[in-house]
């Protein structure tokens, strides 16, 4: 089994600041695409960004110039740098990973417990 633990979240004014981090931890070889999803009250869940292992980065265009995305392959650690953050960026927000497995040998996209950011306006 794999773990995926998120940190970060929290309550900020719009302009400001927040960095999410998201650690994979338990039966894993290697850690495959990483990624930030986020859900608002009452909308679906949309991609926020991805990172490939070799670094390459896609962002939603909502956030692209404000958020990036970043990963320490040694640590299985994703971060989320989010800047100049608005009110509409207040969601719950999830990581999710694609880990090949070290008990089963196959690939499985794991997803976090979420952590809300709430931006005031």
């Known amino acids: 089994q794999v773990q995926l633990v998120e940190s970060g979240g929290g309550l900020v004014q719009a302009g400001g600041s927040l960095r999410l981090s998201c650690a994979a931890s338990?039966?894993?070889?290697?850690?495959?695409?990483m990624g930030w999803s986020r859900q608002a009250p009452g909308k679906q869940r949309e991609l926020v960004a991805v990172?490939?292992?070799?670094?390459?980065?896609n962002y939603a265009d909502s956030v692209k110039g404000r958020f990036t995305i970043s990963r320490d392959n040694a640590k299985n650690t994703v971060y989320l740098q989010m800047n100049s953050l608005k009110p509409e960026d207040t969601a719950v927000y999830y990581c999710?990973?694609?880990?090949?497995?070290?008990?089963?040998?196959?690939?499985?996209?794991?997803w976090g417990q979420g952590t809300q950011v709430t931006v005031s306006s």
């Open positions: 338990g039966s894993i070889f290697l850690v495959s695409a």
């Open positions: 990172i490939s292992t070799g670094g390459s980065t």
């Open positions: 999710n990973a694609e880990v090949l497995e070290r008990s089963t040998a196959h690939f499985k996209d794991y």
